[in-house]
């Protein structure tokens, strides 16, 4: 079921020292989207089928997690209710392997951290300002 609103949904999952910068660039944007924060994706699947049956999907998934990040986001794509939702991923990483894996594996943007704090918060308000402004994104709500 389509689901017309104009709050997105963002499901950021990374277990990182940077999430109190995440909340307080999305605070910014509280009137357009809702944050969500998990440590894994096994967490949300297991917990969307088990508990939600009328929870609304993610529109956008970040993925910060450095060491699992592959494993996660194909974990994602194959999962048959979260595949088509875009998963960017913010890593410290910008080596050409890196970049070439999450976007064999369907990442639908790669970001690089930048070491300075408020440089980071300047990708992450950039970010926020595309993604919430102008794609097109999936606002769905589970059926069982």
Known sequence: MYIHSNVIEVLFIGNNSNVNEIIEVFNEFQNKCNLTIAADIAEIIDDINRNYR???YPSIIILDLPKEGIKTIKK???DKN???IPVIILT?????EDVKNYYCNYASAYLTKPDNINEYKKLIRSFANFWF???ELPK???NF
Do not use: G
Request: no cysteine.
């Open 76 to 78: 994602i794509k194959k």
């Open 82 to 84: 979260l595949k088509y």
């Open 54 to 56: 009328d929870r609304i």
């Open 133 to 135: 402004k102008w794609p």
């Open 140 to 142: 769905f709500r589970l």
């Open 92 to 96: 410290t990483s910008s080596t050409e």
